[in-house]
């Protein structure tokens, strides 16, 4: 049968449908793109740590401390509601031998296990300061520092071995017997994970375990976890410029904002504002080493990866908001699944992270070491930290994870959820 003629006014209805159509489809696409495109846009760094720096007095802290955890969950539930993930709540105090004067040992060491039953029953991290601040202050306190840590969980604490007055060697040399005994005494090695040796880093940083201050206390800070935002940014661009330009612009209207905001919650709340810590800190997959191998084009280690670190600190110092702590470029070997594999591989060395170190970031962080490291070979690594923080002027940190039972060529076995496990590799 002959099909029947379709009149013409029909066919141009016909047709007028089915541009109608076309066009809704593509609005739809569009539309789709769009907001795939704002998703990807809108990828929003977390907040690592809210910090509150609190004056502990032994004889009311649990009052403190319910104040204290006042302001936290407070400012937590505003950056949740602002669309900032917050992943831990933190409260640091004054170096612990000021609140602990003229208590026996067994009493110091039974307040520091009900102030961690108490951190772990609220849901805050916990920092009770440096056991020694200056080259004089007495070393048996940081062997009473390794006790408090051996019996506690959730505490964090450190040693200053540098400040303006130089590289403080008697303090190098606790240190390095403080991460022996963590190493030797504390389940599968984790100890050293809660305790670094910090050197030039002003106290009030929101990140762990350096942190500290000295002051009256009610004060905060803020820590980001930024890996991520670092990531896109050198996602379309291999040149350093304009990686470093892009980087800017990301970071920095997260940046602002969150600093709009805590500056919102010093006038409700009447803590005082300290900063933000701009550091771009990894977490596992959320990797840093990731992105500088995207923007570099090879593994981390390779030519070039000092560039790549000097580009992010130049981004980080170009964001205008009130910095605090490091804000440098973080490379925790340990806390970041790339540079585990790279650290495992070889590609990764102290000397090389020290390099690093002299245009970015923070030092020597989750170093995995063999189990048979010496006390004498640990001071020289964190004396050659310490010596680099001095003459360049700037914050820099060890915190180094000796694997007790464990040699070269052998993998670590930690359990924690923030490490990743590697091959640990030969010291020079």
Same mark, same amino acid.
Request: net charge positive.
């Given at each position: 049968?002959?099909?029947?003629?379709?009149?013409?006014?029909?066919?141009?209805?016909?047709?007028?449908?089915?541009? *109608?159509?076309?066009?809704?489809? %593509?609005?739809? %696409?569009?539309?789709?793109?769009?907001?795939?495109?704002?998703?990807?846009?809108?990828?929003?760094?977390?907040?690592?740590?809210?910090?509150?720096? $609190?004056?502990?007095?032994?004889?009311?802290?649990?009052?403190? *401390?319910?104040?204290?955890?006042? $302001?936290?969950?407070?400012?937590?539930?505003?950056?949740?509601?602002?669309?900032?993930?917050?992943?831990?709540?933190?409260?640091?105090?004054?170096?612990?031998?000021?609140?602990?004067?003229?208590?026996?040992?067994?009493?110091?060491?039974?307040?520091?296990?009900?102030?961690?039953?108490?951190?772990?029953?609220?849901?805050?991290?916990?920092?009770? &300061?440096?056991?020694?601040?200056?080259?004089?202050?007495?070393?048996?306190?940081?062997?009473?520092?390794?006790?408090?840590?051996?019996? !506690?969980?959730?505490?964090?604490?450190?040693?200053?071995?540098?400040?303006?007055?130089? *590289?403080?060697?008697?303090?190098?040399?606790?240190?390095?017997?403080?991460?022996?005994?963590?190493?030797?005494?504390?389940?599968?090695?984790?100890?050293?994970?809660?305790?670094?040796?910090?050197?030039?880093?002003?106290?009030? !940083?929101?990140?762990?375990?350096?942190?500290?201050?000295?002051?009256?206390?009610?004060?905060?800070?803020?820590?980001?976890?930024?890996?991520?935002?670092?990531?896109?940014?050198?996602?379309?661009?291999?040149?350093?410029?304009?990686?470093?330009?892009?980087?800017?612009?990301?970071?920095?209207?997260?940046?602002?904002?969150?600093?709009?905001?805590?500056?919102?919650?010093?006038?409700?709340?009447?803590?005082?504002?300290?900063?933000?810590?701009?550091?771009?800190?990894?977490?596992?997959?959320?990797?840093?080493?990731?992105?500088?191998?995207?923007?570099?084009?090879?593994?981390?280690?390779?030519? &070039?990866?000092?560039?790549?670190?000097?580009?992010?600190?130049?981004?980080?110092?170009?964001?205008?908001?009130?910095?605090?702590?490091?804000?440098?470029?973080?490379?925790?070997?340990?806390?970041?699944?790339?540079?585990?594999?790279?650290? #495992?591989?070889?590609?990764?060395?102290?000397?090389?992270?020290?390099?690093?170190?002299?245009? %970015?970031?923070?030092?020597?962080?989750?170093?995995?070491?063999?189990?048979?490291? !010496?006390?004498?070979?640990?001071?020289?690594?964190?004396?050659? $930290?310490?010596?680099?923080?001095?003459?360049?002027?700037?914050?820099?940190?060890?915190?180094?994870?000796?694997?007790? #039972?464990?040699?070269?060529?052998?993998?670590?076995?930690?359990?924690?959820?923030?490490?990743?496990?590697?091959?640990?590799?030969?010291?020079?």
């Amino acid at each position: 049968m002959t099909p029947r003629p379709v009149p013409k006014r029909k066919r141009r209805l016909l047709s007028s449908n089915l541009r *109608v159509k076309r066009g809704v489809a %593509c609005l739809a %696409c569009l539309f789709l793109c769009f907001w795939a495109s704002a998703g990807r846009a809108a990828e929003k760094p977390k907040v690592r740590a809210i910090t509150a720096f $609190m004056h502990l007095d032994r004889g009311q802290y649990n009052t403190q *401390v319910q104040e204290a955890l006042g $302001m936290l969950r407070k400012a937590k539930a505003v950056y949740e509601q602002a669309g900032y993930e917050v992943q831990t709540i933190r409260i640091s105090t004054q170096p612990f031998p000021r609140y602990t004067q003229g208590s026996s040992r067994e009493e110091i060491l039974a307040f520091f296990r009900e102030y961690d039953a108490l951190a772990k029953k609220e849901g805050f991290d916990a920092a009770i &300061g440096p056991a020694m601040l200056t080259d004089g202050d007495d070393p048996g306190q940081a062997e009473l520092l390794g006790e408090v840590l051996r019996n !506690t969980t959730t505490l964090n604490a450190s040693m200053v071995v540098a400040g303006e007055d130089g *590289v403080h060697w008697k303090a190098v040399r606790a240190a390095a017997r403080l991460m022996k005994f963590l190493s030797e005494r504390t389940p599968r090695s984790q100890g050293n994970f809660n305790f670094s040796a910090t050197a030039m880093l002003p106290e009030n !940083t929101p990140f762990y375990p350096g942190s500290y201050h000295t002051g009256a206390g009610r004060q905060f800070g803020i820590a980001l976890q930024s890996a991520n935002v670092v990531a896109e940014a050198f996602s379309s661009t291999k040149e350093p410029v304009a990686a470093a330009k892009a980087l800017e612009t990301a970071l920095g209207r997260h940046a602002h904002a969150i600093e709009a905001i805590a500056l919102r919650l010093e006038k409700e709340t009447g803590w005082s504002y300290m900063g933000i810590d701009l550091s771009p800190a990894p977490l596992r997959e959320v990797s840093i080493g990731a992105a500088i191998e995207n923007l570099i084009g090879a593994k981390i280690g390779s030519s &070039g990866t000092l560039t790549a670190a000097a580009t992010i600190t130049s981004a980080l110092h170009a964001i205008r908001v009130k910095r605090a702590g490091y804000s440098g470029l973080m490379l925790p070997v340990l806390e970041d699944a790339v540079l585990a594999e790279r650290w #495992g591989e070889g590609a990764l060395t102290l000397d090389a992270l020290l390099a690093y170190s002299a245009v %970015c970031g923070t030092g020597l962080d989750t170093i995995p070491l063999p189990g048979d490291v !010496t006390e004498a070979q640990l001071a020289r690594i964190i004396g050659d $930290m310490a010596s680099l923080a001095v003459k360049l002027r700037k914050p820099l940190s060890a915190r180094l994870q000796p694997v007790a #039972g464990k040699k070269a060529g052998e993998r670590s076995d930690f359990d924690d959820p923030f490490l990743v496990n590697t091959t640990l590799r030969p010291l020079p």
